[in-house]
């Protein structure tokens, strides 16, 4: 697994300052990291020709906001302001394809669950060199998932919507698990027993030429998700929306993930059953070809996800 601490870089972008990457600390206290509320996003920017771009940051931070509105929270900075930061700490960092994470967390301590009724938010921006997710050979010829014995959890008590540190419990577990049994990726299932997405992914099946991947509902709508969706209707191929089963997974022709982590990564087996013929097929390469060009700014229809600074 080609995953870091984020130690390689220098700075840290903390309520509206660079600083130093030693000093970027929280209390122990803390009132985020003991019930979880933390918001967090997740994001890149790539090295291209036309210099180093970060793809779909309103996207990424208008969620990020969301995020924070479903936390209650409130912070002092836009999209806008929030992109220009991360810009800056990337130069700073001297950094050119990198992860960007931003996150806003309460650093008041603890006395209970309660918030103060003004809780002061702050908001962290860090940036770090994140090659292959799930490592160049996986990137390249596929990975090897299992099907969880976690669940994403029902709908009236979960937040798909929202990236909420507390929520991600049951993701660490999920992949703790695939993990220990030799797998690269667990898939979770949704309550009523439908395929949700990975641990930290959306996920695509191909059948017969067609797309589907699991409607909106129990599932973060990835960003990634949207760019796919988007390039597959640009190459003419059809693609829904709708329930998949865990059978469907068995006999699809191709299976992905999509995620900003890991970009468009073939399945190569499941549960044990071989996904086509165990290889990245045609579908799945076309889409991965399309969108790491998106990336670059290459493609004019969707330049405009790339923001260069
Ligand atoms: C649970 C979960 N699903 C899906 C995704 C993919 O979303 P995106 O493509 O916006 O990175 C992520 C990553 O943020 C995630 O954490």
């Given at each position: 697994m080609a995953e870091t601490t984020g130690a390689d870089s220098q700075y840290?972008?903390?309520d509206g300052e660079i600083t130093p990457y030693a000093n970027a600390t929280v209390h122990v206290l803390s009132h985020s990291l003991h019930y979880g509320g933390a918001v967090f996003e997740g994001l890149r920017a790539y090295s291209s020709k036309l210099g180093i771009g970060l793809f779909r940051p309103k996207d990424h931070f208008d969620r990020f906001l969301d995020s924070i509105r479903v936390m209650g929270y409130c912070i002092p900075y836009s999209s806008k302001d929030l992109t220009k930061a991360s810009h800056e700490l990337i130069l700073q960092n001297e950094f050119k394809s990198c992860y960007v994470r931003p996150i806003a967390y309460i650093n008041d301590t603890v006395r209970g669950l309660k918030l103060p009724e003004t809780p002061k938010v702050h908001t962290a921006i860090a940036v770090w060199a994140w090659g292959k997710y799930?490592?160049?050979?996986?990137?390249?010829?596929?990975?090897?998932?299992?099907t969880s014995t976690f669940r994403r959890a029902d709908i009236s008590s979960s937040l798909p919507l929202a990236k909420i540190s507390g929520a991600y419990v049951t993701s660490v577990l999920a992949r703790r698990e695939a993990t220990l049994e030799g797998f690269d990726e667990a898939i979770l299932l949704d309550p009523h027993g439908f395929v949700a997405e990975g641990s930290g992914e959306n996920i695509f099946i191909v059948k017969n030429n067609e797309i589907i991947t699991p409607s909106l509902g129990y599932?973060?709508?990835?960003?990634?998700?949207?760019?796919?969706?988007?390039i597959a209707k640009e190459l003419g191929i059809s693609i829904k929306e709708e329930n998949i089963t865990r059978n469907q997974l068995y006999v699809a022709d191709e299976v992905f993930f999509t995620g900003t982590a890991v970009e468009v990564t073939p399945i190569r087996e499941i549960d044990h059953h071989q996904i086509g013929n165990g290889l990245p097929g045609p579908i799945t390469q076309k889409i991965k070809?399309?969108?790491?060009k998106c990336t670059q700014g290459e493609i004019e229809k969707f330049k405009n996800w790339v923001d260069f600074s």
């Open positions: 840290l972008w903390m799930m490592g160049n050979e996986g990137h390249l010829k596929g990975v090897k998932v299992k599932i973060l709508p990835g960003i990634t998700r949207d760019s796919v969706i988007k070809d399309l969108f790491f």
